[in-house]
């Protein structure tokens, strides 16, 4: 018997407490948790498919011209059914109903509206919709996933508005924006937990927001006639970081020597992006995430580094040549930091 089971008794033997423990959904294995999340989130497609199965077949029948209305009004009545479910404490299948209602009504409400066509463009249609789910649907995953579709999406509307009325000059700044309001998350989430439903979606979004944008930018497919918007601008980019590092540097008050190497690593690192495109964001999200303790965002943001890093050694911009010689530098001068910082632990430990 376990220490939470022993406690449970004692609790029930002065009466403080009655019934058995209750098994939080936390508290089951790993593999019991993906077993039992993927079999409910299938029933739980299936039950939407059959609820909106009956009024699909009764709008075909009455002779609506096309599906266009019925499938907007049956995404805008699944999207208040997920709204009220997301705002009370029910059944877990119940919570997989209506995330599972929530996506669907998102998807049924932009495609009718897309059909319908009144609102133009298309980047301002998944806008509209991805605020409107955002704000209804109280569902971290649900939020999560609004984030990076209104990101992107205001930003090829930007970028059009831009290019129609010839001012680009300011589209290399949206990024470097993107990672100020990222990074702020990254460090101010903990201190205004009671915006914890709000801020921490948000934050969640803009990491997959900040991927998704390096995927795009090494991209020439998706760049073209954007009029500068993914193209590599490492000097805003770089004011940002080295923004934070001062300021991390400045906040935490150490000994000169360890701030004489955290500054060499962290202008190592950000002459190092000027090079490399994406290093300057992944590295100065992985370094606030190690900050605050954030295992899951380090690991990730260390993995999405180690894909911008094969995908510069890859690409076609430079000679392999030339890109061997600055990775193979670039290890060698952290091995050398790595070095430094182990002397610098020696010195401390016998100075202590």
Not at 39 to 68: K, S
Not at 233 to 244: D, E, I, N, S, W
Not at 328 to 333: F, M
Request: glycine share 8%; hydrophobic share 60%.
């Amino acid at each position: 018997m376990s220490d939470v089971h022993m406690f449970w008794q004692t609790l029930r033997q002065h009466q403080l407490v009655a019934g058995e423990l209750p098994t939080e959904l936390n508290q089951m294995p790993l593999y019991l948790r993906v077993f039992l999340s993927v079999t409910l989130w299938l029933a739980a497609q299936f039950a939407v498919l059959a609820v909106l199965a009956l009024p699909a077949v009764l709008f075909a029948f009455i002779g609506f011209d096309g599906m266009t209305w019925p499938i907007a009004l049956l995404g805008g009545a699944l999207l208040g059914a997920a709204s009220g479910i997301s705002r009370r404490k029910t059944k877990f299948f119940i919570q997989q109903l209506g995330l599972a209602a929530a996506l669907s009504g998102a998807g049924m409400l932009a495609s009718g509206l897309f059909m319908l066509d009144i609102i133009k463009p298309v980047e301002l249609l998944l806008m509209t919709v991805a605020v409107l789910v955002f704000a209804l649907v109280r569902n971290t995953l649900v939020r999560t996933l609004c984030v990076p579709v209104l990101v992107i999406a205001g930003s090829y509307w930007l970028a059009g508005r831009a290019v129609e009325y010839g001012q680009t000059g300011l589209l290399p700044a949206v990024l470097p924006l993107l990672l100020l309001v990222t990074a702020w998350l990254y460090l101010m989430e903990s201190r205004l937990s009671h915006w914890h439903a709000w801020l921490h979606p948000l934050k969640r979004g803009l990491t997959i927001a900040l991927w998704l944008w390096l995927v795009l930018q090494a991209s020439e497919l998706f760049a073209l006639g954007r009029g500068g918007l993914w193209a590599h601008a490492p000097l805003p980019l770089t004011l940002v970081a080295a923004g934070f590092v001062g300021w991390l540097l400045w906040q935490h008050r150490v000994e000169r020597r360890l701030q004489a190497f955290a500054l060499v690593l962290g202008l190592l690192l950000l002459a190092a992006g000027w090079l490399i495109p994406g290093m300057t964001v992944t590295v100065l999200l992985l370094a606030l995430a190690w900050q605050q303790g954030q295992r899951h965002y380090w690991i990730s943001q260390l993995a999405a580094l180690l894909l911008v890093l094969c995908q510069y050694y890859y690409s076609l911009e430079q000679s392999l040549l030339i890109k061997s010689y600055i990775l193979l530098g670039l290890a060698l001068v952290l091995f050398g930091m790595r070095l430094w910082l182990l002397r610098l632990e020696a010195v401390f430990s016998e100075e202590s």
